[in-house]
């Protein structure tokens, strides 16, 4: 069973740059047909998928974030990161990685609801403050 963990650095300042990081264990960041991705849950709101990369190394981010985020992978160590930058108050959330493991068709198909993932790690909160 796939497993992840994430961490990062807990409290940041307005307009620096965050970078969490997401072990996986139990398999690999390529394997085939599987969705990787970033969700956040900002106090009293929903759910927030921010977006996600794909076996391949292709990367999909929601509108709202998109200018500031980034996701990279480090295939050696089976990790992926998000990298948020120009944090603001309202970035102050619970992050959790995610994955779906997709489906016998194996499509190129691109969750962006979270509901729709399959396995999670705990989460790690970020704190926005000066």
């Known amino acids: 069973q796939v497993q992840l963990q994430e961490t990062g650095p807990g409290l940041v300042k307005p307009s620096q740059t965050i970078s969490l990081i997401c072990a996986v264990s139990?398999?690999?960041?390529?394997?085939?047909?599987?969705?990787w991705a970033w969700i956040r849950q900002s106090p009293g709101k929903e759910l927030e998928w921010m977006g996600a990369?794909?076996?391949?190394?292709?990367?999909y981010f929601n509108p709202t974030v998109k200018n500031r985020t980034f996701i990279w992978r480090d295939t050696s160590k089976d990790q992926f990161v998000l990298q948020l930058g120009s944090v603001i108050p309202e970035d102050a959330a619970i992050y959790y990685c995610?994955?779906?493991?997709?489906?016998?068709?194996?499509?190129?198909?691109?969750?962006?609801?979270?509901?729709?993932?399959?396995?999670w790690g705990q989460g790690t909160q970020v704190t926005v403050s000066s």
């Open positions: 995610a994955v779906d493991v997709g489906d016998s068709t194996c499509s190129d198909y691109v969750p962006r609801s979270p509901a729709e993932y399959d396995y």
């Open positions: 990369i794909r076996p391949d190394g292709t990367t």
């Open positions: 139990g398999q690999s960041i390529t394997t085939n047909c599987y969705t």
